[in-house]
């Protein structure tokens, strides 16, 4: 776990999201969770451009916060959409 990301911040994504802290693999606590890792990477990758390892993770992430998405929408669009409104993801 990065330094950015405590135990708290963590808790504080998944009961946002997810509606408990302990609702660990709730899609939407993990798509918001993935959003905020991503934005800290694009944050740190702006600085150091040639952190080619930490590009790869970015690029990882993008994809496992991709398919989850897709499975949402699939799943209940409702939700799918009041999740990306609130993150801002897509426009």
Same mark, same amino acid.
């Given at each position: 776990?990065?330094? *950015?990301? $405590? #135990?708290? #911040? ?6 946002? *999201? ?5 609702? $660990?693999? +709730? $899609? ?7 959003? *905020? ?11 150091? @451009? ?20 897709? *499975?949402? +929408? ?6 799918? @959409? ?10």
């Amino acid at each position: 776990m990065a330094v *950015y990301l $405590t #135990k708290e #911040k963590k808790a504080e994504f998944f009961t946002q *999201y997810g509606g408990a802290a302990e609702n $660990t693999g +709730s $899609t939407e606590g993990q798509v918001a969770l993935f959003t *905020y890792r991503i934005l800290e990477l694009s944050k740190h990758l702006n600085q150091n @451009r040639k952190d080619h390892a930490c590009r790869r993770t970015l690029l990882m992430l993008v994809g496992k916060r991709k398919r989850l998405l897709q *499975y949402l +929408s699939k799943k209940d669009i409702v939700k799918y @959409r009041e999740l990306i409104e609130q993150l801002g993801i897509r426009k």
